[in-house]
């Protein structure tokens, strides 16, 4: 009998990480948002990263958390250093890795605590006929065996489509405010 309780749990603690085996260890989402606003506009907007600041939904997360920066924003190589006591926000740096001016914008996403990763980012944009741009915002993740079992686990997937799409809708918001009237 003790045999038998014994066997059942080690396979109750190995079936996690026999599941992990089967689940992937990559993975990527994106949303786009349709901006009223010319496709000049808005990548000039996007391609300075200090701007994520006014639209993020984890920057908003601490508004008082430490921050630095190196480099040229807007430009390959600048990066967005950050330290918060928020366990949400963390620590990390973000640097833009490559830009195709009017298209897209590459980030790399290395996050120190609560946990480390190297991910990446992106933000594109494309014209759209009647003036307006759709603005994609891209995340590409990887969960090492056995923690991508909380891909599934925690529905990770969604948790950023939603933070990304939040961010979006606030990057419309700000973006079509109707403009300061102009000294005549």
Do not use: C
């Amino acid at each position: 009998m003790l045999k038998k309780f014994l066997i059942v749990i080690l396979l109750l603690i190995a079936a996690p990480f026999l599941a992990a085996l089967f689940i992937k260890s990559d993975y990527e989402v994106s949303v786009s948002r349709t901006i009223d606003r010319p496709v000049d506009e808005v990548f000039d907007y996007l391609r300075l990263l200090k701007h994520q600041d006014e639209f993020s939904v984890w920057a908003r997360m601490d508004p008082n958390m430490q921050q630095h920066f190196t480099g040229t924003d807007g430009e390959p190589g600048f990066v967005s250093a950050w330290e918060s006591s928020n366990p949400d926000v963390g620590k990390g740096e973000q640097e833009i890795m490559a830009i195709v001016p009017g298209k897209r914008i590459d980030f790399a996403l290395r996050f120190i605590e609560p946990f480390t990763s190297n991910d990446s980012a992106y933000l594109t944009t494309e014209p759209i006929e009647d003036g307006s741009t759709l603005v994609t915002w891209g995340f590409v993740g990887h969960m090492p065996y056995p923690t991508n079992l909380l891909i599934p686990l925690m529905d990770v997937e969604s948790l950023i489509l939603k933070d990304l799409d939040s961010g979006l809708a606030n990057l419309k918001q700000i973006l079509e405010r109707p403009s300061a009237p102009q000294p005549e």
